[in-house]
C-alpha cells in the first residue's frame, strides 16, 4: 500500500509541474528581469522553451550580427544571458519535448521558424500563408505575438 501511495503521489507532482517541459503550446516564460530588458527591447520575449540550449548558446555567441543588428552586450551580461537561456532550453536537463525532438543532437536552428514542430503546427493548415500574416498584421513569420497575444507569457495556444 505504501508503494502504491508513492507511485501516486509522484504521478500527482509530475502533473502539478505544469509547463516545467515545454508541451509546445505552453512553455514557462522569461522570469530574468535581465533577459526580459534586453531581449525584449527589440523584439518580442521568446520563451527559452522554443529552442535547445545549443541554438541559444549559437544566437547569443553572435550578437554582433543578430539576424542583421548589432546588439553586442557587455560580455558579463551576454554570459549570465546566455546561461539564463542554455538552463531554460527545450531539454535543458530533461528529455527533449515535441519543440525540438525531431532535431539532431547536433542540430542547432537559429530560428523558430526552422524547427519541424513549428513547420508542422503552422504550415499545414496554411497558417502562414501570406493572406494569413496579413490578416494578423505579423510582420515576419516569427512575430509570435500577432496571432498568439499571450506568447510572451509561453502561451501558444490558438487564440
Known amino acids: ?77 551576454t554570459q549570465r544571458i546566455t546561461a539564463y537561456l542554455t538552463q531554460n532550453a527545450d531539454g535543458a536537463g530533461r528529455p527533449p519535448s515535441k519543440v525540438s525532438r525531431d532535431l539532431s543532437a547536433t542540430d542547432a536552428p537559429l530560428r523558430i521558424t526552422e524547427l519541424p514542430w513549428w513547420k508542422r503546427k503552422h504550415e499545414k493548415k496554411d497558417r502562414v500563408s501570406p493572406a494569413a500574416l496579413k490578416e494578423y498584421k505579423a510582420k515576419f513569420l516569427g512575430d509570435c505575438v500577432a496571432c498568439h497575444k499571450q506568447a510572451e507569457k509561453g502561451v501558444f495556444e490558438d487564440d
Not at 2 to 7: A, E, L, N, V
Not at 22 to 51: F, Q, T, W
Not at 59 to 65: A, E, H, T
Request: hydrophobic share 45%.
Open 1 to 77: 500500500m505504501k508503494s502504491r501511495s508513492i507511485r501516486i503521489a509522484a504521478l500527482v507532482a509530475v502533473a502539478l509541474s505544469g509547463p516545467a517541459q515545454a508541451d509546445g503550446d505552453r512553455m514557462p516564460p522569461i522570469k530574468n528581469p535581465e533577459v526580459a530588458k534586453e531581449c525584449s527591447a527589440c523584439h518580442m520575449l521568446y520563451p527559452a522553451g522554443l529552442l535547445p540550449a545549443r541554438s541559444w548558446t549559437r544566437i547569443m555567441g553572435d550578437l554582433k550580427n543578430h539576424f542583421g543588428d548589432n546588439a553586442e552586450l557587455d560580455p558579463a551580461l
